[in-house]
């Protein structure tokens, strides 16, 4: 039964419900058949039930989830115990709790399926009652009032009731010495929904950066937070933040998909259809500004272009041929140096040359933090064997080599992408790695002979 249990948390947490359930149903046969005096299987009957209950949930089959648990409500209130056995009273209140609490999510569920909000007097109901079992537990639990609140916030929230939700907020009575859990981040996320459903941006977008920096998500919460973003910044007329995550909102949302977390809780479900929808607009709107130009100045434009990319070109190869030699004779150097210090194992080298091919195709160098020992860390080494390797294998030094893929980028969505053309540099710069306009410009200038303004200037003439 153990190794069932184990099997069956192994499927549910990494999303793989269908799996979970068989895990689940095998667990009940087995029950059924141990032929035993002294084994009580009440408890186990109940936790796999509930189990069962909350897969069902998960796959938004929330009619048969509610089914369930109804069965468990009867169940468990009709159980009659030992007044004096305290760990079966323990045991009771727990699984209430539980039960409880999982109808109250349920008929959010089912309220906001059928579009009745009348039913989450029905999700008020159980959450109340969860918490009363919970006020007899042994020794309480510190955390259950709070608890309770943001079950009222959830069922408010699906009301429509925004700012009374922002009242409830006011009044929460947070856990004291909770070491656990940093519940900051939890409030953040439900100011962010209020503040956004009451049109006030500022604050929105203040609560939702507080959430992103205080506390690690599951998928559907990330994905609704950057929606919020996105839209936000869009209706303050932020384009290229509206864009940055707009983009994150579908990376997010296919990431999740990738890793089979094909279900959200309906709460704060999004539909996928209207992210892309929201992607587009931002991407129209910044294309009907760029349709008034005035042909007289395309074509000068196109002339200035024409001269300037030849020059640009022209002085380019001139310095690759200078300085590529220069580099290549280093390079050889130092290979030659390190040969004589270094013997590097086949596996770790191959390893080392993989993680580096991973690193450039998943885009991991437009990470702010990215460098050597990025790869380092990963291929349990240290720096210099990752620069003897890179070395060895590459025309260039390892950070001359990522800055040229990262410049080649920014280049390509400028290129490509005509609404780079509105970033401003910093955010260009944020788009591809760097942590200061600056320093990318630096970069760029080096790179193409000319600073990134100047080249997105002669792209929107």
């Known amino acids: 039964m153990s190794l069932l249990n184990r099997l069956f948390w192994i499927f549910k947490n990494s999303g793989e419900y269908e799996k979970a359930y068989e895990q689940l149903i095998l667990t009940s046969k087995f029950i059924e058949q141990i032929r035993n005096d002294y084994f009580?299987?009440?408890?186990?009957?109940?936790?796999?039930?509930?189990?069962?209950?909350?897969?069902?949930?998960?796959?938004?089959l929330v009619e048969e989830s509610k089914t369930i648990l109804n069965k468990l409500?009867?169940?468990?209130?009709?159980?009659?115990?030992?007044?004096?056995?305290?760990?079966?009273?323990?045991?009771?209140?727990?699984?209430?709790?539980d039960i409880y609490n999982s109808l109250g999510k349920v008929w959010i569920a089912i309220s906001k399926k059928n579009n009745q909000l009348q039913l989450l007097d029905s999700a008020s109901f159980y959450y109340k009652k969860a918490y009363q079992a919970a006020l007899k537990f042994s020794p309480p639990h510190p955390d259950?009032?709070?608890?309770?609140?943001?079950?009222?916030?959830?069922?408010?929230?699906?009301?429509?009731?925004?700012?009374?939700?922002?009242?409830?907020?006011?009044?929460?009575?947070y856990p004291k010495n909770t070491i656990k859990t940093d519940y900051s981040g939890e409030i953040s996320f439900y100011k962010t929904i209020c503040y956004n459903h009451l049109n006030n941006p500022d604050s929105s977008v203040y609560h939702a950066k507080n959430v992103l920096s205080k506390t690690k998500l599951p998928s559907n919460r990330i994905i609704k937070i950057y929606d919020i973003l996105s839209n936000q910044y869009l209706t303050q007329n932020k384009t290229d933040s509206a864009y940055k995550y707009s983009q994150l909102t579908i990376k997010e949302f296919n990431l999740a998909k990738e890793h089979e977390q094909k279900t959200y809780q309906l709460l704060y479900d999004n539909d996928i259809q209207k992210i892309n929808q929201l992607n587009d607009t931002i991407i129209e709107s910044e294309k009907r500004k760029n349709t008034k130009v005035v042909v007289s100045i395309v074509l000068i434009a196109m002339l200035i272009s024409v001269y300037f990319i030849f020059k640009r070109k022209k002085y380019k190869n001139e310095i690759i041929e200078k300085t590529s030699?220069?580099?290549?004779?280093q390079i050889k150097t130092t290979i030659t140096k390190q040969?004589?210090?270094?013997?590097?194992?086949?596996?770790?080298?191959?390893?080392?040359?993989?993680?580096?091919?991973?690193?450039?195709?998943?885009?991991d160098y437009l990470i702010e933090d990215f460098s050597i020992n990025t790869?380092?860390?990963?291929?349990?080494?240290?720096?210099?064997?990752?620069?003897?390797?890179?070395?060895?294998?590459?025309?260039?030094?390892?950070?001359?080599y990522f800055t040229k893929k990262k410049i080649e980028h920014a280049l390509d969505l400028m290129n490509n992408h005509h609404i780079y053309e509105k970033y401003s540099i910093e955010g260009l710069a944020n788009q591809v790695g760097y942590k200061s306009a600056s320093a990318f410009s630096r970069a760029f200038k080096k790179e193409m002979n000319i600073s990134p303004s100047k080249f997105i200037k002669n792209l929107r003439q």
């Open 375 to 400: 790869i380092a860390e990963l291929a349990q080494t240290n720096s210099t064997y990752v620069s003897f390797t890179f070395n060895k294998h590459f025309d260039m030094p390892f950070k001359r």
């Open 325 to 329: 030699e220069i580099e290549k004779s």
């Open 73 to 97: 409500v009867h169940t468990i209130e009709a159980k009659k115990l030992n007044s004096q056995d305290f760990f079966q009273h323990k045991a009771l209140y727990r699984k209430k709790a």
């Open 339 to 363: 040969k004589v210090n270094y013997n590097i194992e086949d596996e770790l080298e191959d390893k080392i040359l993989d993680l580096i091919k991973k690193a450039e195709n998943n885009l």
């Open 144 to 173: 259950s009032k709070f608890i309770y609140q943001l079950r009222q916030l959830d069922v408010l929230i699906a009301k429509k009731q925004f700012s009374k939700s922002l009242e409830i907020i006011s009044q929460i009575d």
């Open 40 to 60: 009580d299987s009440f408890y186990y009957v109940i936790n796999n039930e509930l189990s069962k209950a909350q897969i069902k949930y998960e796959l938004q």
